[in-house]
């Protein structure tokens, strides 16, 4: 079945123990995401990756880090997280920008 | 940027009533789809439509992309379509959506 898997689905943590949620597709494609939700705000844009190892930043992306060694896999990475980070996120991967995109099942973040 | 408005906010209806949801978008877009997200959160695809008429089941898109709209038909409405409905939109030289602020749909039994 194609799928975009993201672990975990909930998380709490503590502020500052380095976390990283993780992001898996099996649809060969080319072009991943990160979102987070927040309400009042709605889904917001987070770093992007085009190909193996090309990611640049989204709208939001401090206190975030990503990388993209596989094409299947492109990790979510939060080196020191802070309470502002607490958010519902978002995986999603194409084959391109302009063809439909698929998101994971998201990961519930709670830092206390 | 690209402004991407969703009417109703909100919307209740009783099971069995048919609905339109609207997205308006304020630029050329080259990709534009509907989503549910459930009472789980889960973001589920109901659409990719960046132009013309689709439908699956009791739901049907239709998007005029020269007039900078979308819209979501529901028929027959069930209690499970309760949640929030967001249109998405992606347009030439990016590489993100650009969400709406969604309806939020709650069917009564």
């Known amino acids: 079945e194609a799928q975009v898997t993201q672990n975990p689905r909930y998380l709490i943590t503590v502020t500052g123990k380095k976390l990283t949620v993780t992001c898996s597709q099996n649809m060969n494609h080319e072009y991943m995401s990160w979102y987070r939700q927040d309400p009042g705000l709605g889904l917001r844009q987070i770093y992007y990756?085009?190909?193996?190892?090309?990611?640049d930043k989204g709208d939001v992306p401090e206190g975030y880090k990503v990388s993209r060694k596989e094409k299947r896999n492109f990790p979510l990475i939060l080196e020191s997280p802070s309470p502002n980070q607490t958010s519902l996120y978002f995986c999603?991967?194409?084959?391109?920008?302009?063809?439909?995109?698929?998101f994971g099942q998201g990961t519930r973040l709670t830092v206390v | 940027g690209i402004q991407v408005e969703q009417s109703p906010p909100d919307l209740i209806l009783q099971e069995g009533a048919n609905s339109t949801l609207r997205c308006n978008f304020s630029d050329s877009v080259n990709n534009l789809q509907w989503f549910h997200q459930n009472p789980w959160g889960q973001l589920i695809n109901l659409f990719y439509?960046?132009?013309g008429t689709k439908q699956n089941g009791r739901l049907s898109a239709t998007t005029v992309a020269t007039e900078r709209y979308s819209l979501l038909y529901i028929s027959s409405s069930q209690t499970t379509d309760s949640g929030v409905y967001f249109c998405a939109v992606g347009w030439p030289g990016t590489y993100k959506y650009i969400f709406g602020t969604g309806t939020r749909l709650k069917v009564l039994a």
């Open positions: 990756s085009m190909n193996v190892e090309v990611t």
């Open positions: 999603a991967s194409s084959f391109s920008q302009v063809t439909e995109a698929f």
């Open positions: 439509i960046p132009s």
